[in-house]
């Protein structure tokens, strides 16, 4: 379909908003962002970019703005015991056009660097302080601003607007919204060489980090007994007693956060929609498909949406079409890697002694058995160099498949 002078609202100026922005917009679009914070902002600590949402940011040119605050590794990885023994040892492919790598950062500079973009977009209107307040399949959205209330009409809303969607809850979805129970903590503590690098399945639960700059990224299970009995107390002294009990590394990490508010409690919430679109209504990122982080594909998977969103509204005749095959490309990868993820977050918790016994020693026998890459390539959901290709090609007029 015609992409150029379509009227796109998206709701949520967040890490999947924004590229949908800067996507729909460098393919012609004429794109207003509501955000219902004044001071748009990341919420959140580190995170990790994978080749699939790397694909896309670099094809929209962000590469030098991320890499500038970025630590980058590939090559192995996975999962080993508290005693850093292998659990699970995985290759990065090389999938070409310089997917190759892993990018850890603060959420903060990936925000700042995509948030810098849309502003500099000439087609792309960011009404930061407008909380969306409805929206129906017809395309109209209804907002309150600094300035009142106030209604928009577009060709296509893009619901942006994470687990709690508006968007969501004003169309015909099929929406699943599900907690499960399980909750993590995430923080950047400073300094590096910590010893914590990767993440570690402990008779607490996981617990991980990542090098961002000079500082670390933190993340842990906070299910097991004296590891939530701290977090009710905000006691970051049994806090980080309770981990070195258990991983001295991890002890030494928190004891390195100042304040008990810098800590970052997830609780993890599952959605499932049986739609992706209702109408001129298109889901992506969360509240389409919110998953477990286990496999760090929440953001990316998000990211994807968006380029995948865009691409397929370039290839088909009608905005029907396109959003019938946008949802059909998506789902099902989705859906895969939130099964995996969820897999990954029941085996992680295991906390019984001969349970993790059993775990490991299947684990390890698992590994040596292969299959690896094509577990790693089902996780990507998309070849990361078409995918790069394809939105390079969407600023230039010529998307690919």
């Not at 790397?54 to 991320?66: F, I, Q």
């Not at 991890?250 to 970052?264: E, Q």
């Not at 775990?359 to 995918?387: F, S, T």
Request: glycine share 14%.
């Amino acid at each position: 379909m015609e992409i150029d002078g379509l009227r796109v609202t998206v709701a949520g100026a967040g890490i999947g908003g924004l590229p949908a922005a800067l996507l729909l917009a460098g393919a012609g679009a004429e794109v207003t962002v509501l955000e219902r914070v004044p001071e748009p902002g990341a919420v959140g600590a580190g995170i990790l970019l994978q080749p699939n949402g790397l694909a896309v940011l670099y094809g929209l040119g962000l590469g030098d703005a991320l890499s500038r605050a970025a630590f980058r590794t590939g090559g192995s990885g996975g999962v080993a015991d508290e005693t850093g023994r292998p659990l699970v040892e995985v290759e990065l492919p090389d999938f070409g056009d310089g997917l190759d790598h892993v990018l850890a950062l603060h959420r903060a500079h990936l925000h700042a660097v995509l948030l810098a973009a849309v502003r500099d977009a000439p087609r792309v209107t960011l009404r930061p302080g407008a909380e969306v307040t409805g929206a129906d399949p017809g395309g109209t959205v209804t907002f309150s601003g600094p300035e009142g209330d106030g209604t928009l009409d577009a060709d296509l809303v893009v619901g942006a607007d994470g687990v709690h969607s508006v968007v969501r809850r004003a169309g015909g979805f099929g929406a699943e919204v599900k907690p499960t129970g399980r909750r993590y903590l995430r923080v950047i503590v400073p300094g590096t060489g910590l010893g914590i690098a990767g993440e570690r399945w402990t008779r607490l639960g996981l617990f991980g980090g990542a090098p961002v700059g000079d500082d670390t990224y933190v993340f842990a299970d906070i299910s097991a007994p004296p590891v939530a009995a701290a977090l009710a107390a905000r006691d970051l002294d049994a806090l980080s007693n309770a981990w070195g009990r258990v991983m001295p590394q991890a002890g030494r990490a928190l004891a390195r956060v100042a304040s008990f508010d810098d800590l970052l409690i997830n609780e993890v919430t599952r959605v499932d929609c049986e739609r992706w679109s209702d109408g001129r209504l298109v889901l992506l990122g969360d509240a389409a498909h919110a998953m477990a982080p286990n496999l760090g594909q929440g953001a990316n998977s998000a990211i994807v949406d968006a380029a995948v969103l865009t691409i397929e509204l370039a290839r088909h005749d009608s905005a029907g079409a396109a959003l019938a095959a946008y949802t059909a490309r998506r789902r099902p990868a989705v859906r895969r890697v939130q099964g995996m993820a969820d897999v990954l977050a029941r085996l992680s918790a295991v906390r019984n002694p001969a349970l993790r016994r059993g775990r490991d020693a299947v684990l390890r026998l698992a590994g040596k058995a292969g299959g690896g890459d094509g577990r790693v390539r089902a996780i990507q959901q998309e070849d990361p160099a078409r995918l790069a290709a394809a939105v390079r090609g969407l600023t230039e007029g010529t998307p690919a498949a």
